[in-house]
């Protein structure tokens, strides 16, 4: 069975979906087959490709091609039935995609949509590349307040550390927590989950209780909360906002635009030299004055919408990523062939069309 990992298109994008430490942990009889250039990006040179037994070519023939993004209108024409196809290839909004690649026979496997089971632990791209997010996205308030993030007591003065607000402590909110702490900020935390209290607390953070208790599904999503509970979040958040010199906002709901929780006034609340990063400007953003892709400053508050965080940490965004996906191919094969398992809750699961290979 080849395996075919191509170099990403889409603007901006640098990771790419198989690293070359990876080669060597695909099942026996999988051949893998890279584009030129296809690691460039993420540091990752062709010929360490080859040095781990992949081969340099057209990746578009293989059994399987293994992408980071969706594949674009060309991309997609050039497979046919019976390949099969991983990505985050981005259900909610690729319908006419997945009508193409169904009538062209190709079953596709979207890495959003693994199930977020225990077994699917090594699976999970959303964790891997959100890690990535959250660690950045504390880079990023640290980089962009004109002040320290920990307490300076100095020959010149004592400096008191920055106080960061974390709003959503899902996998990128816990890593921005963690990040900020290690950097020495004072970091307090909210999510409508009150699960999760434990985990910020045992972060060194403090939970911050705004009276909104939200529900959560099954799979451990938070629930959309109602338009009163939203109101009466926004209205709290309101009010202790300008105690913050960073707030990092990282709510989602599955499917849905991203809540939104800062208001415009919450924003002129803050003081000048204040910074928001909106880790959901990708999907509408926290904050109600995100610009999703940009970074714009409102009245001395700088306000960072930028979108795919993970691609601006290639190397181990990509390392991550190829793990998972890696881990996905296993489910996929059988004795050196493609062979998914249908019955297999993860395979079947992922899948978002289906054909019916090698059945
Ligand atoms: P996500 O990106 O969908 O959401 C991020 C966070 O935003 C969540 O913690 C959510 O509760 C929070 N949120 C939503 N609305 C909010 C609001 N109005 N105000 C404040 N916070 C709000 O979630 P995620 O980080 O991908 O995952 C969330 C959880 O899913 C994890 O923390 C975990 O419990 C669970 N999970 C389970 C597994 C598993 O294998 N069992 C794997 C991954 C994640």
New binding site residues.
């Given amino acids: 069975m080849r395996l075919g990992v191509p170099k990403e298109v889409a603007p901006g994008e640098r990771r790419v979906a198989l690293v070359p430490d990876t080669v060597g942990r695909l099942p026996d009889g999988v051949d893998v087959v890279v584009e030129a250039g296809a690691g460039e990006e993420s540091a990752f040179a062709d010929d360490a490709y080859v040095a781990a037994g992949a081969t340099l070519g057209d990746p578009w023939s293989a059994d399987v091609v293994a992408k980071v993004a969706a594949p674009t209108a060309d991309e997609a024409a050039r497979l046919r039935s019976g390949q099969a196809l991983i990505g985050f290839l981005d259900p909610a909004a690729n319908g006419e995609l997945f009508a193409r690649l169904a009538a062209a026979g190709v079953s596709a496997f979207a890495l959003e949509a693994i199930p977020?089971?225990?077994r699917?632990?090594p699976l999970?791209a959303?964790?891997s590349q959100?890690t990535v997010a959250g660690y950045k996205a504390a880079l990023l308030a640290a980089d962009r307040l004109p002040r320290f993030l920990p307490m300076l007591s100095t020959a010149a003065g004592t400096i008191p550390p920055a106080k960061v607000l974390v709003?959503?402590?899902?996998?990128?909110?816990?890593q921005a927590i963690a990040t900020a702490r290690r950097l020495g900020a004072v970091v307090s935390a909210?999510?409508?989950?009150p699960?999760?209290a434990e985990q910020v607390r045992s972060l060194g953070a403090t939970f911050l209780d705004l009276g909104?208790v939200?529900e959560?599904t099954e799979?451990?999503?938070?629930r959309?909360?109602t338009p009163e509970q939203?109101a009466a979040?926004q209205a709290e958040l309101q009010a202790r906002i300008p105690q913050f010199d960073a707030l990092i906002t990282?709510?989602?709901?599955?499917g849905r635009p991203a809540?939104k929780?800062v208001t415009a006034d919450a924003v002129r609340g803050m003081r000048p030299g204040s910074v928001i990063i909106d880790l959901a400007a990708e999907t509408g953003g926290n904050c109600e004055l995100t610009q999703r892709g940009r970074e714009i400053d409102e009245g001395g508050v700088t306000i960072v919408g930028l979108t795919n965080l993970p691609s601006t940490m290639p190397t181990h965004a990509s390392q991550l990523l190829s793990r998972n996906i890696a881990s996905l191919v296993e489910l996929l094969v059988r004795d050196g062939a493609l062979a998914p398992d249908w019955d297999d809750e993860i395979v079947n699961g992922s899948c978002v069309t289906r054909q019916a290979v090698a059945a």
């Fill in positions: 977020r089971i225990t699917a632990q999970d959303l964790s959100a709003i959503g402590a899902g996998v990128a909110g816990l909210f999510d409508v989950r699960a999760v909104v939200g959560e799979g451990g999503y938070a959309e909360l939203q979040q990282t709510a989602a709901i599955p809540p929780l």
